[in-house]
């Protein structure tokens, strides 16, 4: 409600997720408040992928017509960009 009113460009489990840790944070909610939600929560927690798993079997042919790209972009990119930072951490102030 508070991103559609303010018309903000984020996604809104984001906005909710930055509330509650700031909540959180401040000591304005306790965690032991949560107990019993976030309990149920993760014991239901198998049924939030269901819609997820019927999206993937429904453009199982999408994903298998851009495979290669998918591939590339799990493991070729991931590790650029470890090799790339591993190069520009190496010469920073603590160098061996």
Known sequence: ????????????PLLG???LFGL?????LRPEW??????NLIK??????IPVGVGVLNHLDLLLENIFLIS????ALPAVVLVV???F???GRYRD
């Open 1 to 12: 409600m508070i991103v559609a009113f303010y018309a903000l460009s984020m996604p809104a």
């Open 17 to 19: 997720m930055l509330i």
């Open 24 to 28: 959180l944070h401040w000591r304005l």
């Open 34 to 39: 949560l107990d019993s939600a976030a309990q």
């Open 44 to 49: 239901y927690l198998a049924f939030f992928f």
């Open 72 to 75: 590339i972009l799990l493991f």
């Open 85 to 87: 930072v591993g190069k």
């Open 89 to 91: 951490s190496s010469r």
